[in-house]
Nanobody, 119 residues
């Protein structure tokens, strides 16, 4: 099991910014990819942004141009910088990582951090 610990959530006004961090027990270079998902009350969990081991990034359309995902290898962390936040960004944000061993893909999740955007 791999522990992922999120931090940086909170309450912010619309148009504001937050920086989320996900710290990993394992060296992040061991993961195939890492990412952020979010889940709002009554809604399905959705992908927000991912970054591969090679640094390729992917974003859901609604956050393109506003959110940036990056890796901080020195601190075994993945960072999500969020700007121009909107009320619809309100959700629990969860860190995710995938590793592969013997052709099996393993998924790891953090506990989540709450982001609330007030209008």
């Amino acid at each position: 099991q791999v522990q992922l610990t999120e931090s940086g959530g909170g309450l912010v006004q619309a148009g504001g910014s937050l920086r989320l961090s996900c710290a990993s027990q394992r060296i992040i270079a061991d993961f195939e990819d890492m990412g952020w998902y979010r889940q709002a009350p009554g809604k399905q969990r959705e992908l927000v942004a991912t970054i591969t081991n090679g640094g390729l990034t992917n974003y859901t359309d609604s956050v393109k141009g506003r959110f940036t995902i990056s890796k901080d290898s020195a601190h075994n962390s993945v960072i999500l910088r969020m700007s121009n936040l909107r009320p619809e960004d309100t959700a629990v944000y969860l860190c995710n990582a995938h590793s592969r061993a013997r052709n099996l893909l393993y998924a790891y999740w953090g506990q989540g951090t709450q982001v609330t955007v007030a209008s």
